[in-house]
């Protein structure tokens, strides 16, 4: 059920008054932009919800501000991590990174990410709007602001007035809390790895940069698997606070409420090549494989027959820039692999 926000009778009613007369005092001017009724329309419902309220320079509405303690945002830093809700202007929720807000909704879905979000702290990447209303927050802050849909796009201008000669978008409301930020978002990534890998690794060295591997079971022989070969693997993938988003054993899954009665949960079959990016991963012996991140991939070109162990990497060998369902944008990944028999057809 959508949760949705029921003006007052008297908030509408003044809403309409309100539009009215602006629409009469503007008859006589002759339209020039794209925006002209949804410009009447938002500054009608600001001037009924938030009469008081005086827009940033780009013309964000911040309505609520609890600064946090941490340190101040700048132009410097060129990633935030954050957490937020948005709404349409009518209150109904159009998108959230928090679980309890989806399942309220009836939205939540085992395949989603919940948590802090990365975006890049620029307009060219990221909504203007967003980039505006975080602008000056200190880590640890939570904003809510109104953002009208000329704003809502990822596009770079310097002022509002080039954005309502060029862009259109959905207004909206958004309440974000500021968790994090860095200029170096590979160096953030790297420190995390660097974390995990004490945690859950043993403090092993990366072998190279962003990618670390730690054996936990020796190999049968040491002798390396032929490339034409076709073996079975187990495995566990995590995110870096250990959480698992996916994995081939049952019980894992349902311990980890990702559990889904449409999966087969047993070992599936690896097809290994000569060159580790056209290896391949299937469910059945014979059917048709797809390919991995490479630092799945490259991990198992490196391992040997029944060894077991646990790799980690950084986004660049994961899901980059843009994730993947309850993987993160710019998400450093591990993956405990296990290599065992075929099992008995």
């Known amino acids: 059920m959508k949760r949705t926000t029921r003006y007052h009778s008297y908030g509408a009613a003044l809403l309409a008054a309100v539009l009215l007369l602006l629409t009469f005092s503007c008859a006589k001017e002759k339209a020039t932009g794209s925006n002209d009724n949804s410009r009447l329309y938002f500054e009608s419902w600001m001037k009924v919800h938030y009469p008081e309220v005086k827009p940033t320079g780009l013309g964000v509405y911040i309505i609520e501000d609890t600064p946090g303690q941490g340190e101040t945002l700048t132009d410097d830093d060129a990633f935030i991590f954050i957490r ?51 602008k000056g927050m200190k880590v640890g802050g939570t904003r809510k602001g109104v953002i009208p849909g000329w704003l809502n796009v990822s596009e770079q201008y310097s002022t509002e007035q080039e954005y309502l ?29 660097e974390r995990f890998a004490a945690r859950y690794m043993g403090g092993v060295d990366s072998t190279e940069f962003g990618y670390y591997y730690k054996q936990l079971r020796e190999p049968d022989d040491t002798a390396s698997i032929r490339t034409d070969s076709t073996i079975c693997i187990n495995y566990v993938g995590r995110l870096m606070d250990g959480k698992v988003f996916d994995t081939t054993i049952e019980d894992t899954a349902k311990v980890w409420g990702i559990y889904s009665p449409s999966k087969r949960y047993a070992p599936v079959y690896i097809s290994l090549a000569a060159e580790y990016p056209d290896i391949t991963m299937s469910s059945t012996e014979s059917g048709e494989g ?7 991939s490259y991990c198992l070109s490196n391992m040997k027959k029944n060894e077991k162990g646990i790799v980690a990497f950084y986004s660049v060998y994961g899901y980059g820039t843009n994730g993947k369902g309850s993987i993160p944008k710019y998400a450093p990944i591990s993956f405990e692999i296990e290599l065992v028999p075929k099992p008995e057809e």
Do not use: H, P, R
């Open 290 to 296: 797809s390919t991995m991140v490479d630092g799945f």
């Open 84 to 134: 937020y809700t948005a709404t349409d202007l009518e209150g109904t929720i159009t998108g959230t990174t928090e679980e309890d807000v989806d399942k309220q909704l009836g939205n939540y879905s085992q395949s989603n990410y919940y948590g802090e979000e990365i975006f890049a702290n620029s307009s060219e990447n990221t909504s203007a709007g967003l980039v505006e209303l975080v």
């Open 165 to 193: 000669d060029n862009c259109t978008g959905s207004d909206m409301i958004c309440t974000v809390t500021l968790t994090g930020k860095t200029d170096d978002i590979y160096k953030w990534e790297i420190d995390t790895l």
